[in-house]
């Protein structure tokens, strides 16, 4: 989602220059220039950006100045698309720096409507990943002009020659369109901030020859034909603010907006949003830099945010005259669900503030509101709601949020969402999986992706490491990318996208997780009997912390759960006994992060999130309940 930056007082002097130079500046169609820089997960981008941004006179302390996100700062990686304003030579030019994780695809693939043209970063030793076969092909199949840029070419074991010859083999793969073949190819490090367009000259100076190939091959973002047109905007993003309420931010497609003019809103169905009255602009303002500039007014091929509308996502905001939306490219369908819920366990209401099914609800509305990737359903628990996203990571970064805000919740274990047929099969999705490990750990991966059903690909080696392309079902991408950066002691790197729908057994899937040790007593874990339980596996949990029957509080060893008691006190007595002064002496106990919990968590079993906590839970807490209902529900033999 594009985010802007309203908080940036250190930048005071290059802001007041950028405001001189846009008092100064006359609008020109044939010089606007909307261009969105994509790439794989860590090859460059937002690095990139920075040294544009400072090329063009914004000044700035720190490195990843457009990742202002919180969670972008802590994970290192781009989540929200953002763009901003540059002023190069005598034209604008409006970039986009996007995210380039997988579960992330969506806000590439919506902003694509915004831009004329993409500047797609690889990472000249790693070469095309799997997210840079997916951006390509989203804008090559929207007609983006490309520019490659082969980034970290000052990296010694860099394989300029043959990534190059993959990016044409890709291209190739990809459109048969002779005009998207023809692109410029640049040499870069984004690091020491320079871009050269020759190979046997480097290092170059600066980025310049960037900014000039913008100019040279990227479209103008507008003509003089659409300036007599009625205004129309596709809104990409929204924002709330205190005093100007909504405010939504998009690309002016046609005619001019100005302070005070009225406007209607139009669905991408085009039927009228909400009540059929046009509303007044009464606030208009654009990204320069680090920093909102405001206007009067905004022109076809401009992006700007406006406020004094009630718009949403996709909508159209236009001219009363108006009567056909803006057309928006569609936005993939997610691939699993998780449902949110209240927090209903024996310590629910003691960290939070926020407990009720109806504030749940409500925060996960507004959400969608504006991550149009995210979808809601009802749920079959009528407290509950299904939430339906592209992965693991995106919807742990929701579930990450929505805690740091007080609330307490109760998710359930990730599920695949299948599709069905005009031929009444149900077909799960399946995802082409890359894997980069050192040659001796290989068997390791293979092993690991056979027992999920992997099938693999591709295989070749790229310097002293090997390069595995497998195809396997999501559902088996469950809690892999935790297992295998385990097995291979953090060695491996795993790279994940969306490949197709194919039918799948499911009952080839069952046992791939590890047993639990389940409480069966509730009070305070003690040293003196979790030295007896550590020794049937890995502890969740130390000594002191509040335990509840039916809370797991470790790995089991072995497959299966086992019931332990964790609160067992030490008898205490006047017979002194060799064991008497035994020490405790207990290893940490194994703390995982959400997505790793999420990749752990059994299908009888919830994860109990709160601000201060993680815990997982089984669904029925009473053990003779519990073992009642899986004797009940055992599967049949054959």
């Given at each position: 989602m594009l985010r802007g930056f309203t908080k940036w007082s250190s930048l005071?002097?290059?802001?007041?220059?950028?405001?001189?130079?846009?008092?100064?500046?006359?609008?020109?169609?044939?010089?606007?220039?909307?261009?969105?820089?994509?790439?794989?997960?860590?090859?460059?981008?937002?690095?990139?950006?920075?040294?544009?941004?400072q090329h063009c006179g914004s000044v700035f302390t720190g490195e990843r100045a457009m990742d202002s996100n919180e969670h972008e700062k802590e994970r290192g990686i781009t989540i929200m698309s953002k763009y901003t304003r540059l002023h190069y030579k005598d034209h604008v030019l409006h970039v986009v720096d996007t995210p380039g994780h997988a579960d992330f695809g969506g806000e590439v693939e919506r902003i694509l409507?915004?831009?004329?043209?993409?500047?797609?970063?690889?990472?000249?030793s790693e070469g095309p990943m799997s997210q840079t076969k997916f951006v390509l092909s989203k804008a090559l199949a929207a007609n983006k002009k490309p520019i490659v840029v082969m980034n970290k070419i000052d990296r010694e074991g860099n394989r300029a020659e043959e990534v190059e010859g993959e990016i044409m083999d890709l291209f190739f793969a990809l459109t048969s369109n002779e005009d998207l073949l023809q692109y410029p190819v640049f040499y870069a490090s984004a690091r020491q901030g320079w871009v050269s367009n020759n190979v046997k000259q480097l290092p170059g100076k600066d980025v310049s020859p960037l900014l000039d190939a913008i100019l040279e091959h990227i479209p103008a973002a507008s003509d003089p034909s659409k300036l007599t047109k009625p205004f129309a905007m596709s809104v990409n993003t929204i924002q709330t603010d205190l005093h100007l309420g909504r405010i939504v931010t998009g690309k002016v497609e046609t005619g001019t907006v100005r302070i005070g003019d009225r406007v209607k809103v139009l669905?991408?169905?085009?039927?009228?949003?909400g009540v059929e009255t046009t509303m007044k602009v009464s606030k208009l303002f654009y990204l320069q830099g680090l920093q909102r500039v405001d206007v009067t007014e905004a022109n076809a091929g401009e992006i700007v945010s406006l406020a004094g509308t009630e718009a949403g996502v996709t909508d159209t905001v236009c001219a009363p005259e108006v009567t056909t939306p803006v057309a928006t490219i569609p936005i993939s369908p997610p691939i699993i669900s998780m449902t949110f819920g209240p927090n209903d366990s024996p310590l629910a209401g003691k960290e939070g503030n926020k407990l009720t099914s109806s504030l749940i609800k409500?925060?996960?509305?507004?959400?969608?509101?504006?991550?149009?990737?995210?979808?809601?359903?009802?749920?079959?628990?009528?407290?509950?709601?299904?939430?339906?996203?592209?992965?693991?990571?995106?919807?742990?970064?929701?579930?990450?949020?929505?805690?740091?805000?007080?609330f307490e919740l109760t998710v359930s274990p990730p599920?695949?969402?299948?599709?069905?047929?005009?031929?009444?099969?149900?077909?799960?999705?399946?995802?082409?999986?890359?894997?980069d490990v050192d040659a001796e750990m290989q068997g390791l991966v293979i092993e690991a992706m056979s027992n999920r059903k992997g099938q693999l690909l591709e295989y070749k080696d790229i310097g002293n490491r090997s390069r595995l392309v497998f195809t396997v079902p999501s559902r088996g991408m469950m809690?892999?990318?935790?297992?295998?950066?385990?097995?291979?002691?953090?060695?491996?790197?795993?790279?994940?996208?969306?490949?197709?729908?194919?039918?799948?057994?499911?009952?080839?899937f069952q046992g791939l997780k590890t047993g639990k040790l389940v409480s069966m007593e509730t009070g305070k874990a003690t040293g003196?009997?979790?030295?007896?339980?550590?020794?049937?596996?890995?502890?969740?949990?130390?000594?002191?912390?509040?335990?509840?029957?039916?809370?797991?509080?470790?790995?089991?060893?072995k497959q299966g759960d086992m019931d332990v008691?964790?609160?067992?006190?030490?008898?205490?007595?006047?017979?002194?006994?060799?064991?008497?002064?035994e020490k405790v002496q207990l290893a940490p106990p194994k703390r995982m992060s959400i997505e790793q919990v999420m990749a752990n968590v059994d299908d009888d079993e919830v994860i109990e999130i709160t601000p201060k906590s993680i815990r997982l839970r089984k669904r029925i807490l009473d053990s003779g309940a519990r073992a009642r209902w899986n004797k009940q529900h055992k599967p049949q033999a054959k």
């Open positions: 005071a002097k290059p802001v007041m220059r950028h405001r001189q130079w846009a008092r100064n500046f006359s609008y020109v169609p044939e010089k606007v220039r909307n261009v969105a820089i994509i790439a794989h997960v860590d090859h460059g981008k937002t690095t990139m950006m920075d040294k544009l941004l409507s915004m831009v004329d043209g993409v500047i797609l970063l690889v990472d000249a669905t991408r169905e085009g039927s009228a949003a409500e925060r996960l509305k507004r959400e969608i509101e504006n991550n149009v990737t995210l979808q809601l359903r009802p749920s079959s628990d009528p407290e509950a709601l299904d939430v339906q996203g592209r992965g693991e990571l995106q919807i742990g970064i929701l579930v990450e949020t929505m805690r740091r805000e007080g599920k695949v969402l299948a599709q069905i047929g005009e031929d009444r099969v149900e077909r799960e999705p399946f995802e082409e999986v890359t894997i809690g892999f990318r935790y297992e295998i950066v385990t097995a291979t002691r953090g060695n491996a790197t795993v790279n994940s996208i969306f490949s197709h729908y194919d039918e799948v057994n499911k009952t080839e003196y009997s979790l030295m007896s339980v550590a020794e049937r596996g890995t502890l969740y949990v130390a000594p002191n912390e509040e335990i509840y029957e039916g809370m797991v509080i470790g790995e089991n060893a008691n964790p609160c067992k006190p030490k008898k205490l007595s006047n017979v002194r006994s060799t064991g008497s002064e």
